[in-house]
């Protein structure tokens, strides 16, 4: 039976959705997402979805020159499919391609280059460049273009009333994830709980979105704090998750009572107006009741600084440098794959308390590696996380033959250097670059 087809009669459902998701080791394997943003080189307009160079022609090219399947939403191109991998837009179209899971980090970087590589082929003669930025660096949310599908303008219509940010998270920023697999429940809520703890160490590592509006922002990763503005139902760092019961029943309560965005049924999207989940599940919604299609639906409305599905998916990172984009799931997979690395990197972090983790994300976001937490310099927190990472791949590689090590050589240049990536920026910014667009534009494109 379908997802779609699957009433859900019991809260267990839920739970065994997450259980389902549970993978031996021998199958474990590494998935990364990036976002980039599109500019017209010329007039350094953002990308329309329509129009003979829009993102609309884009991706028909792109389907027709290497073999995507199409995705279309009434009647508009949308998305395109191949071999576990998609190619899909965000609302202010920032093209994603959210990577298959392989097992190596070489395999999910070869993924990488061969996409950028594709998309700037087929981008050229369309005059479009793509950054390697967590944030637009020049527009505001009125001047970007908004992309056709019916989930966003839904989003649109409900998140400003939640946030204050809300729309520049969904048009402006762009972002680097990395997907992971768990055992089981116990091992979920271990890698969980860790990576909860340390996202925000990352964020500051990874801070790359000092500069919007044409002009320093103030902050060294304005996505950052973008997303501390967006929905405080749905995002965020999760509190519940440090406590020692923390399991799949307790991340479906919490989900249980987040507003939905809509239901969908065939291609009709319908806002759910508040309705939360629990609610639909007890009482149905318009007539309609809740199936298990409807709960993977919500799941991928939820923005937590980590976030669960049937693996686990770390969200904190501003898109970044190509060689950069790389290390995001190196570091990660040295975390989440080694038992000695992912027990030392919550202990690391595990005495910190609710206001350490807040105060942390706080500090990437507005001085990036350059700030304090718990005492320390973020650069001294961010050095031991690398170093227990480095010794996880190693330790790894011993088992497998395949030492990936080098993969996190960018990050241990970066913090040799002391600096992230948006504070490199804006050194540069202020300096030799004078404060010239078209410098910047030519050190981020792809």
Not at 10 to 39: C, M, N
Not at 202 to 225: D, K, M, Q, W, Y
Not at 308 to 331: M, N, Q, Y
Not at 386 to 396: K, N, S
Request: glycine share 8%.
């Amino acid at each position: 039976m379908t997802e779609a087809a699957t009433q859900l009669e019991s809260l267990d459902q839920l739970v065994e959705y997450f259980r389902a998701g549970e993978t031996p080791p021998s199958q474990w394997r590494v998935g990364t997402e990036h976002e980039k943003i599109g500019l017209y080189a010329d007039t350094l307009e953002r990308v329309a979805y329509e129009g003979e160079r829009g993102i609309g022609v884009l991706l028909d090219r792109i389907a027709r020159s290497d073999g995507w399947e199409r995705v279309e939403e009434a009647g508009r191109l949308i998305a395109l499919s191949k071999d576990a991998a998609s190619i899909t837009l965000e609302p202010g179209g920032q093209l994603e391609l959210s990577g298959a899971p392989l097992a190596t980090c070489a395999e999910t970087c070869r993924e990488f280059n061969r996409h950028v590589d594709l998309v700037k082929e087929q981008s050229a003669d369309l005059g479009i460049v793509w950054l390697a930025l967590g944030i637009d660096p020049i527009h505001p949310v009125a001047e970007i273009p908004r992309m056709p599908k019916g989930r966003y303008q839904i989003m649109r219509d409900y998140l400003p009333g939640r946030g204050e940010r809300a729309l520049d998270m969904m048009h402006a920023t762009a972002t680097v994830q990395a997907n992971f697999d768990f055992s089981d429940e116990t091992d979920m809520a271990n890698k969980f709980r860790m990576a909860m703890g340390c996202s925000p160490i990352t964020s500051a590592i990874f801070a790359n979105s000092s500069l919007s509006g044409g002009a320093p922002s103030g902050l060294v990763s304005e996505r950052v704090e973008i997303w501390r503005a967006v929905d405080p139902d749905r995002c965020g760092i999760l509190p519940f998750v440090f406590e020692a019961d923390f399991g799949y029943r307790e991340y479906v309560d919490w989900a249980l009572d987040v507003p939905m965005f809509f239901i969908v049924r065939g291609a009709d999207y319908r806002p759910a107006r508040g309705t939360t989940f629990r609610e639909f599940f007890e009482k149905g919604f318009e007539g309609e009741r809740a199936t298990l299609a409807d709960w993977n639906l919500h799941l991928t409305t939820l923005f937590p600084e980590v976030r669960l599905k049937r693996f686990i998916e770390v969200r904190g990172s501003d898109c970044v440098s190509p060689e950069l984009i790389c290390a995001v799931p190196a570091l990660w997979k040295g975390l989440f794959y080694d038992t000695e690395a992912c027990r030392s990197a919550w202990e690391l972090v595990r005495d910190w308390d609710a206001e350490d983790r807040e105060s942390c994300l706080r500090s990437a976001a507005r001085e990036g590696l350059g700030g304090r937490v718990a005492g320390r310099e973020m650069l001294a927190w961010a050095r031991e996380l690398l170093e227990i990472a480095d010794r996880g791949l190693a330790r790894m590689g011993q088992q497998t033959g395949h030492d990936e090590r080098s993969f996190l050589e960018p990050i241990a240049a970066l913090l040799e250097r002391g600096q992230s990536p948006g504070e490199w920026i804006l050194e540069q910014w202020r300096g030799p670059w004078s404060g010239s667009l078209e410098r910047l534009i030519e050190f981020a494109r792809y």
